[in-house]
Nanobody, 117 residues
Framework: VQLVESGGGLVQPGGSLRLSCAASGSIFDIDNMAWYRQAPGKERELVARITSSGRTEYADSVKGRFAISRDNANKYMFLQMYSLKPEDTAVYYC????????????WGQGTQVTVSS
């Protein structure tokens, strides 16, 4: 199973970005999916999570600014980020619980988001 993130980059404060995560491989089903991030010198933290039925939860720091969604048919997950702040700068990782015959904990390689003027 591979999770591949895309959409990161450099953006000015107040700007927007949309991250994508594509899952591929021998996948029977995907349960929860989530975005995590890790800033330099800090621990990895949960940004947003979405269940297979579409229920969502967000870190307090991104509520009202970020929106998580998923396309179950095509095995994609998205993170739309608005009103970006310098403190949102981090490597963003895709995470999914995937059924490959057994349930596995899968991570992407990460995509860098830098918010700076």
């Amino acid at each position: 199973v591979q999770l591949v993130e895309s959409g990161g980059g450099l953006v000015q404060p107040g700007g927007s970005l949309r991250l994508s995560c594509a899952a591929s491989g021998s996948i029977f089903d995907i349960d929860n999916m989530a975005w995590y991030r890790q800033a330099p010198g800090k621990e990895r933290e949960l940004v947003a999570r979405i269940t297979s039925s579409g229920r969502t939860e967000y870190a307090d720091s991104v509520k009202g600014r970020f929106a998580i969604s998923r396309d179950n048919a095509n095995k994609y997950m998205f993170l739309q980020m608005y009103s970006l702040k310098p403190e949102d700068t981090a490597v963003y990782y895709c995470h999914a619980i995937v059924d490959t015959g057994t349930w596995e904990d899968c991570w992407g390689q990460g995509t860098q988001v830098t918010v700076s003027s």
